[in-house]
Structure formats: structure tokens, C-alpha cells
């Protein structure tokens, strides 16, 4: 007797051998691709035919392979329609990746917009936001809906700030509220903001914030847990390996968890009834991509605020040009603390040259590394048994030249560039001749060691210092590696710990008293505050040519002052620079708002970002030539008032066993803000033009870019 044969499940249909027999799904059959290739001149969505095996599974969002120009790509389905207004054939969708729809229409609507304000490709922007794909991660079982605490937060955090409770009324009641808000010395911002998150879900929103690191996210996601639960909050970040990272943002796609919180990528997040986009410290550089097109963080959100309707919150220690900005256009409300309660909670300040009483004391003060007052802060940290933070804008130890008497930068006196010694091997020192052929002293000057300029390469024998007159010269080591040194045999008996700049990143700084020596962004957090902070060499971070150097160098000062604790529990800061400069006044009245006005104004009058849109054109002559011509030109309807700005030669980007890259150069286009989106389409245009013709040089255009030198 035979038994039975088990019942198995029915097949699914399989597509016919023959393409010739594929026939056309009955309902909706076209559907609307946008392939995986990043060209310009392809940047648009292409129709293509669903069959009818294909027709249950092909929904926008999902992932499909079809063959365009001859060969089989990938590319996401963005939605089905009835017709095309394609007159010939339309070739067909081979397959469907997987069944999954990763690509929701306001995320795809997003990439759209981001793509178009900075003249970049759909495809780019769409590989940025939605990770590759993970096929065991799919096939398990969907992460269920974490049960959370919706019950209103703790409000008295915020009760320092005037406007603090309007922000978390807003949130709760589901109300679009735009703010900046610079947090106060010393406060607990990982606190602050997942009581923000969790008032914006009491009103059945969801919540992400963006934050620069892993540090941060750590942090943050420790205080959001804390408030809402573990399972309530997600953290989006690259470390996470692919496996993981998809799991997670599977889990945020189908309604799992709503409040994110991660690094830039995190701002595509693909979240539902979005109530909360919020950014920490939005001036850092993290929070730029640096791939094609290069968006920023801050950015991306203000876009996906204005086509959702959530609430932006821009929050940092300090203030950007850009936070100013939209604070002046009243798009933003500043979410400040008063006067009183700001020099309650801040640190004493001190700056060197401040009074005269300071450099009777202390004569050598402006020409000291570390002079007489920032030792007695530091002893006066120690013996209370508080940690200090010493911060310092190098790694390891870095040679430059300095005048011997007032360490004032040594520059070139015929471009003002700074003054180094010639590599071996160089051109300078074989030569003793610049770039242009000018030579300084004498032909045999720089080959005999002496210092040239690193910008014209002029030898320059014969230095005079512009601030106190003198000739001499002297080589300074300056570093985290070399002042740990040096710091380890003036405070014998005290722990000296290093972090960043080549050591591992402390995310503590531990308790009792110790010497942190921290690059800047790596500062360990003080469980109890640090009892004093020594920000060395100011002059290094406030000389390098670049258009926010003043913000960036404020930014970081604030960051490691906001760890000390007030100035009535003895909380010292100790700035090594010349009180004189604006940056320096900013850092001491602690006035971030008032520094980032007078950068805005200062920008509004040479004509740079954010006062005006900009765009960065970098490649070789020609090809930096072509491109900005046909921007220009008239025929093409330019943008409305566009401006060049030179081109002017750059050295290449240093990827180490690359070829010699030739010439490169870097041409600026300046438009005024209502024509930013004419700028990014023409410049989009120009693109598409050249890869048209299959041009092969590579030119890389950034809009807005965050270096200006």
C-alpha cells in the first residue's frame, strides 16, 4: 500500500520563458523607476511595463532591477500610473528585489528636494537615505509596536528658559514650532532633548534628532530610553555593521518605534506623523556629508519640516551664522536664558592681557604657552579634587614657526601666508624659488633651511615680526601628545589622560583630581564638572585661512567651557589668546547669540554664505572653465545676478599612492539667496551637459560649501 504524497503549498506563478509572452498587468500597468545611475543627464523618473506576474508585488517604495541601456540596474518603483507619455515601447520590470516597499513617498519627495537645492542627482541622495539591503534581516519576524510611556516629562529642566515651556506646549499639542535654542553652561542637552522627544509623543507624534557622533548618540539615547523606554527608542548609526543598521531602520519603516536618534543619515528616517526634526551643535562638521551633493544636516531637516509640518529645533552651546539667520527672518524663535541666570551658571572667564594686573604679575603672559593664570587654575582644580580639561588644537607634536619674543604666527611678508620650513625634496628647497619663480633672499636661501611661505613659496631670509618688531624666530611644538609631557612633570602625582588626536576617545573624564588633555570635539564628559579648563593656543585655531574660523573656534571653545562647573563652585576657563579679540570677548561675556549676529552682518558685507548662495566648482582648468561658462551664459538664462569668483589653483586632495592629478582648480559662483535655486538648477544643467558627451574629467560642485579659504 503507497502512501500519499504530502500536500505542499501552491507555487508562486512563474514569469514565462519567452518575454514575448509576458503581458501587461490590468490595472495601472506602468510603473515610474528611478534607476541607480548618477548621471545628470539621466536624472529623471523612466517608465517601464509591469507584467502580470510581477503585478501583486510591484508597489512604490520597492526595490526592482531593470535593463536600461543595455544592461540589467537597480532602482526603486515610485509609483504605478495608468499611461505613459513615452511614445515608443516601454521595456518591462524584470524583477522585483524584494517585496519589501523601503522607498516611502515622503521620504522619496524628500530626496527630490535635497537633491534639487544642491544641484545633485535623485540617485545620490537616494543612496544615502535608504541602506543597502540585508535579505536574512527581512525575512525576520517584524519588530511589534513598543508599548511606551506617553505620560507627560518633567518640565523643569526647561524652566530656565523664558520660551522653554511655549517649546514643549507646542510639541505636545502637535504644533509645527520653529526654534534655536543655545543651551545653557553646564546643562544636561541629552536630557533636555529626550524631554522634548517625549513631549512630542504624548501628542502621537514621532520624534528624530540628529546629533554629530557616536558619543553623543550614546548619550542620547541613554536619556530618550530613560524617559519612553528601551524598546520605544532607536539609534541609527554606521557603526552598527549593515546586519544591524538595517534591522533597525526595518523596524523604524514599518511603525515599530517612533523616536530616532543617530548621526547625519538618520535625518532620512523614514518616521510617520513626524512632530520633532532636532539637531545638536548643527555647526559641526559631521553633520555634512562627504559624498555627492554634500547636504547638511540642518538643512535637510528644514526642508523635511516644510514639506511634513513638524516642529525644528536647532540647539547647540553656540550659535551658527545659519541658526542667525533664520532667527533674523523670524522663521525661528530663540529658545535663550536671561542674562542673570547665564553668568549664574557660567564659569569665570579669563583671557590673557585682560588687566593690567594680570601681566604685572605675569610679564612673559602673552608670550607663554601656558602662562601664570591657567597654572593657578589648574592647581586650584586639583587640590579640590576636580578634574581639568586641557584642550588643545593639535595632536601629537607639530612644528611651526613663531617670533621668539611674542609667538605671534610668522608670515610672508609679500602674501602674508604662513612661514614654514621647505620639505626635503621640495621645489623651495632645491631652488630656493616660489610657485611664480620670485625668489626671496637669494637663490640658495630656502635650499640653506630657511623658512618660505607655504602658500607662494617664497624664500624669506630677512623676518621681522609685525607685532613686536622682532627678528628672531623660534620652533614651537605644540600637541596633545607633547603638552601631556609637559604637563605630567609640572603637576607630579596627578593622573594625566589623553583623548583624541591619535589616542583613544575618552568618554569619561573619571573622578578625583586629573590632567584631561583633549583635541577639540574629543572631551571627555566630568560626572561633576571640571574644576577648570585650559584652552591653549588660541592663536592656531583663530590664524587658519578659512571663512568660519571664528565660529569654529568659538564653537569648540564653548563645548569644553560648558563642562566646568559655575564660577560660585570656583569653575575656572583659562583662554590663551589676546582678550582684544572679538572671538575671545564672545567666549568671556558668553554671549554666542551676539557673536553669531556680528558674523552674519560681517558676511551680508563681503557677500558670503549664508548672506548669499555659493557654489564651489573644483576640477581641472578646462573642465572648471566649461562648466562655469555655461552657467553663465547668456542663452541659457543665468541665474540673477550671478557673480565668478576667480578661478584660482589649488592643491590636489592628498590620497596617498594616487596619481599626480595635474593642475586643479576652484572657481566660486555667488548668487543672492532668492536666485539659490536657479544657481543649483543651472549648475545641475551644466552637469548634465558634460556627462552627456561623456566628458571625463571630474569636476566635484558643492553648494554652500563649509570651507571658504
Same mark, same amino acid.
Do not use: N
Given at each position: 500500500?503507497?502512501?500519499?504524497?504530502?500536500?505542499?503549498?501552491?507555487?508562486? $506563478?512563474?514569469?514565462?520563458?519567452?518575454?514575448?509572452?509576458?503581458?501587461?498587468?490590468?490595472?495601472?500597468?506602468?510603473?515610474?523607476?528611478?534607476?541607480?545611475?548618477?548621471?545628470?543627464?539621466?536624472?529623471?523618473?523612466?517608465? @517601464?511595463?509591469?507584467?502580470?506576474?510581477?503585478?501583486?508585488?510591484?508597489?512604490?517604495?520597492?526595490?526592482?532591477?531593470?535593463?536600461?541601456?543595455? $544592461?540589467?540596474?537597480?532602482?526603486?518603483?515610485? %509609483?504605478?500610473? +495608468?499611461?505613459?507619455?513615452?511614445?515608443?515601447?516601454? *521595456?518591462?520590470?524584470?524583477?522585483?528585489?524584494?517585496?519589501?516597499?523601503?522607498?516611502?513617498?515622503?521620504?522619496?519627495?524628500?530626496?527630490?528636494?535635497?537633491?534639487?537645492?544642491?544641484?545633485?542627482? /535623485?540617485?545620490?541622495?537616494?543612496? /544615502?537615505?535608504?541602506?543597502?539591503?540585508?535579505?536574512?534581516?527581512?525575512?525576520?519576524?517584524?519588530?511589534?509596536?513598543?508599548?511606551?510611556?506617553?505620560?507627560?516629562?518633567?518640565?523643569?529642566?526647561?524652566?530656565?528658559?523664558?520660551?522653554?515651556?511655549?517649546?514643549?506646549?507646542?510639541?505636545?499639542?502637535?504644533?509645527?514650532?520653529?526654534?534655536?535654542?543655545?543651551?545653557?553652561?553646564?546643562?544636561?542637552?541629552?536630557?533636555?532633548?529626550?524631554?522634548?522627544?517625549?513631549?512630542?509623543?504624548?501628542?502621537?507624534?514621532?520624534? /528624530?534628532?540628529? &546629533?554629530?557622533?557616536?558619543?553623543?548618540?550614546?548619550?542620547? =539615547?541613554?536619556?530618550?530610553?530613560?524617559?519612553?523606554?528601551?524598546?520605544?527608542?532607536?539609534?541609527?548609526?554606521?557603526?552598527?555593521?549593515?546586519?544591524?543598521? @538595517?534591522?533597525?531602520?526595518?523596524?523604524?519603516?514599518?511603525?515599530?518605534?517612533?523616536?530616532?536618534?543617530?548621526?547625519?543619515?538618520?535625518?532620512?528616517?523614514?518616521?510617520?506623523?513626524?512632530?520633532?526634526?532636532?539637531?545638536?551643535?548643527?555647526?559641526?562638521?559631521?553633520?555634512?556629508?562627504?559624498?555627492?551633493? @554634500?547636504?547638511?544636516?540642518?538643512?535637510?531637516?528644514?526642508?523635511?519640516?516644510?514639506?511634513?509640518?513638524?516642529?525644528?529645533?536647532?540647539?547647540?552651546?553656540?550659535?551658527?551664522?545659519?541658526?542667525?539667520?533664520?532667527?533674523?527672518?523670524?522663521?525661528?524663535?530663540?529658545?535663550? *536664558?536671561?542674562?542673570?541666570?547665564?553668568?549664574? $551658571?557660567?564659569?569665570?572667564?579669563?583671557?590673557?592681557? %585682560?588687566?593690567?594686573?594680570?601681566?604685572?604679575?605675569?610679564?612673559?603672559?602673552?608670550?607663554?604657552?601656558?602662562?601664570?593664570?591657567?597654572?593657578?587654575?589648574?592647581?586650584?582644580?586639583?587640590?579640590?579634587?576636580?578634574?581639568?580639561?586641557? !584642550?588643545?588644537?593639535?595632536?601629537?607634536?607639530?612644528?611651526?614657526?613663531?617670533?621668539?619674543?611674542?609667538?605671534?604666527?610668522?608670515?610672508?611678508?609679500?602674501?602674508?601666508?604662513?612661514?614654514?620650513?621647505?620639505?626635503?625634496?621640495?621645489?623651495?628647497?632645491?631652488?630656493?624659488?616660489?610657485?611664480?619663480?620670485?625668489?626671496?633672499?637669494?637663490?640658495?636661501?630656502?635650499?640653506?633651511?630657511?623658512?618660505?611661505?607655504?602658500?607662494?613659496?617664497?624664500?624669506?631670509?630677512?623676518?621681522?615680526?609685525?607685532?613686536?618688531?622682532?627678528?628672531?624666530?623660534?620652533?614651537? &611644538?605644540?600637541?596633545?601628545?607633547?603638552?601631556?609631557? %609637559?604637563?605630567?612633570?609640572?603637576?607630579?602625582?596627578?593622573?594625566?589622560?589623553?583623548?583624541?588626536?591619535?589616542?583613544? &576617545?575618552?568618554?569619561?573624564?573619571?573622578?578625583?583630581?586629573?590632567?584631561?588633555?583633549?583635541?577639540?570635539?574629543?572631551?571627555?564628559?566630568?560626572?561633576?564638572?571640571?574644576?577648570?579648563?585650559?584652552?591653549?593656543?588660541?592663536?592656531?585655531?583663530?590664524?587658519?585661512?578659512?571663512?568660519?574660523?571664528?565660529?569654529?573656534?568659538?564653537?569648540?571653545?564653548?563645548?569644553?567651557?560648558?563642562? &566646568?562647573?559655575? =564660577?560660585?563652585?570656583?569653575?575656572?576657563?583659562?583662554?590663551?589668546?589676546?582678550?582684544?579679540?572679538?572671538?575671545?570677548?564672545?567666549?568671556?561675556?558668553?554671549?554666542?547669540?551676539?557673536?553669531?549676529?556680528?558674523?552674519?552682518?560681517?558676511?551680508?558685507?563681503?557677500?558670503?554664505?549664508?548672506?548669499?548662495?555659493?557654489?564651489?566648482?573644483?576640477?581641472?582648468?578646462?573642465?572648471?572653465? +566649461?562648466?562655469?561658462?555655461?552657467?553663465?551664459?547668456?542663452?541659457? @538664462?543665468?541665474?540673477?545676478?550671478?557673480?565668478?569668483?576667480?578661478?584660482?589653483?589649488?592643491?590636489?586632495?592628498?590620497?596617498?599612492?594616487?596619481?599626480?592629478?595635474?593642475?586643479?582648480?576652484? *572657481?566660486?559662483?555667488?548668487?543672492?539667496?532668492?536666485?539659490?535655486?536657479?544657481?543649483?538648477?543651472?549648475?545641475?544643467?551644466? !552637469?548634465?551637459?558634460?556627462?552627456?558627451?561623456?566628458?571625463?574629467?571630474?569636476?566635484?560642485?558643492?553648494?554652500?560649501?563649509?570651507?571658504?579659504?
Amino acid at each position: 500500500m503507497s502512501t500519499p504524497a504530502p500536500r505542499t503549498a501552491p507555487r508562486a $506563478r512563474r514569469a514565462p520563458r519567452d518575454r514575448g509572452e509576458w503581458k501587461p498587468a490590468a490595472v495601472l500597468p506602468v510603473a515610474r523607476v528611478v534607476v541607480d545611475v548618477p548621471l545628470p543627464h539621466l536624472d529623471r523618473p523612466f517608465d @517601464y511595463r509591469v507584467p502580470t506576474h510581477l503585478d501583486e508585488a510591484a508597489v512604490p517604495g520597492v526595490r526592482i532591477r531593470v535593463r536600461f541601456a543595455g $544592461r540589467m540596474v537597480d532602482g526603486f518603483l515610485l %509609483e504605478r500610473a +495608468e499611461d505613459s507619455a513615452h511614445g515608443g515601447k516601454l *521595456a518591462w520590470v524584470d524583477k522585483v528585489v524584494s517585496a519589501e516597499p523601503v522607498l516611502t513617498a515622503e521620504v522619496a519627495g524628500l530626496a527630490r528636494a535635497v537633491a534639487d537645492r544642491y544641484g545633485g542627482v /535623485l540617485a545620490d541622495v537616494l543612496r /544615502l537615505a535608504v541602506p543597502a539591503r540585508h535579505a536574512r534581516v527581512e525575512s525576520e519576524k517584524p519588530r511589534d509596536r513598543a508599548d511606551e510611556d506617553v505620560s507627560a516629562p518633567d518640565r523643569s529642566g526647561w524652566a530656565a528658559y523664558p520660551r522653554g515651556a511655549a517649546l514643549l506646549d507646542a510639541l505636545a499639542g502637535g504644533r509645527a514650532a520653529h526654534a534655536v535654542w543655545q543651551a545653557l553652561p553646564g546643562e544636561d542637552w541629552p536630557v533636555r532633548l529626550a524631554e522634548a522627544a517625549a513631549a512630542t509623543r504624548t501628542a502621537g507624534r514621532s520624534a /528624530l534628532v540628529v &546629533v554629530p557622533d557616536q558619543r553623543d548618540v550614546d548619550r542620547l =539615547h541613554t536619556a530618550c530610553a530613560a524617559l519612553l523606554g528601551d524598546d520605544a527608542v532607536v539609534a541609527l548609526t554606521a557603526e552598527l555593521g549593515p546586519a544591524e543598521r @538595517y534591522r533597525r531602520w526595518l523596524a523604524v519603516r514599518r511603525g515599530g518605534v517612533r523616536v530616532v536618534v543617530g548621526t547625519r543619515s538618520a535625518a532620512f528616517a523614514p518616521l510617520g506623523e513626524l512632530g520633532l526634526l532636532a539637531v545638536w551643535d548643527d555647526g559641526d562638521d559631521s553633520h555634512v556629508e562627504p559624498r555627492a551633493p @554634500y547636504p547638511q544636516v540642518r538643512d535637510v531637516l528644514v526642508l523635511r519640516a516644510h514639506r511634513e509640518g513638524a516642529a525644528v529645533l536647532v540647539a547647540g552651546f553656540a550659535r551658527t551664522a545659519e541658526a542667525q539667520m533664520l532667527v533674523d527672518a523670524r522663521w525661528a524663535s530663540p529658545v535663550v *536664558a536671561d542674562r542673570a541666570t547665564v553668568r549664574e $551658571r557660567a564659569p569665570r572667564v579669563t583671557a590673557i592681557g %585682560e588687566s593690567d594686573t594680570q601681566l604685572v604679575r605675569d610679564p612673559a603672559a602673552r608670550a607663554a604657552r601656558i602662562p601664570g593664570v591657567a597654572f593657578e587654575a589648574a592647581r586650584a582644580a586639583v587640590a579640590a579634587d576636580r578634574p581639568v580639561l586641557v !584642550q588643545v588644537p593639535r595632536s601629537g607634536y607639530l612644528p611651526f614657526l613663531a617670533c621668539a619674543t611674542c609667538r605671534d604666527a610668522a608670515r610672508c611678508r609679500h602674501c602674508a601666508g604662513p612661514l614654514g620650513l621647505p620639505r626635503p625634496g621640495s621645489a623651495a628647497s632645491r631652488t630656493g624659488a616660489g610657485p611664480s619663480g620670485a625668489r626671496g633672499g637669494g637663490p640658495d636661501d630656502a635650499a640653506a633651511g630657511l623658512p618660505a611661505c607655504r602658500w607662494c613659496g617664497r624664500a624669506e631670509p630677512g623676518f621681522r615680526c609685525g607685532q613686536c618688531g622682532s627678528r628672531r624666530l623660534r620652533a614651537g &611644538v605644540i600637541g596633545a601628545g607633547r603638552t601631556a609631557e %609637559e604637563l605630567g612633570r609640572a603637576f607630579p602625582g596627578v593622573p594625566v589622560r589623553t583623548s583624541g588626536g591619535g589616542a583613544p &576617545v575618552l568618554d569619561e573624564a573619571g573622578e578625583g583630581p586629573a590632567l584631561v588633555v583633549a583635541t577639540p570635539g574629543a572631551e571627555p564628559v566630568a560626572a561633576g564638572g571640571y574644576g577648570a579648563a585650559l584652552l591653549l593656543d588660541g592663536w592656531a585655531m583663530l590664524a587658519r585661512p578659512d571663512l568660519r574660523v571664528a565660529e569654529e573656534t568659538l564653537r569648540r571653545w564653548f563645548a569644553a567651557a560648558a563642562g &566646568v562647573v559655575p =564660577h560660585a563652585e570656583g569653575g575656572r576657563v583659562v583662554v590663551v589668546a589676546d582678550s582684544a579679540i572679538p572671538t575671545v570677548q564672545a567666549l568671556v561675556r558668553w554671549d554666542p547669540a551676539g557673536h553669531a549676529e556680528s558674523e552674519l552682518a560681517a558676511r551680508a558685507e563681503v557677500g558670503f554664505p549664508p548672506a548669499v548662495r555659493m557654489a564651489a566648482v573644483e576640477g581641472p582648468p578646462d573642465a572648471v572653465a +566649461e562648466l562655469c561658462d555655461a552657467v553663465l551664459d547668456p542663452d541659457r @538664462y543665468p541665474p540673477d545676478g550671478v557673480e565668478l569668483l576667480g578661478p584660482v589653483e589649488i592643491d590636489p586632495p592628498e590620497r596617498p599612492g594616487a596619481a599626480d592629478p595635474g593642475i586643479r582648480e576652484r *572657481a566660486l559662483l555667488r548668487v543672492p539667496r532668492p536666485a539659490g535655486r536657479r544657481l543649483a538648477a543651472a549648475l545641475h544643467d551644466a !552637469q548634465a551637459l558634460r556627462t552627456a558627451r561623456k566628458a571625463t574629467e571630474t569636476v566635484r560642485v558643492r553648494l554652500d560649501p563649509q570651507e571658504i579659504d
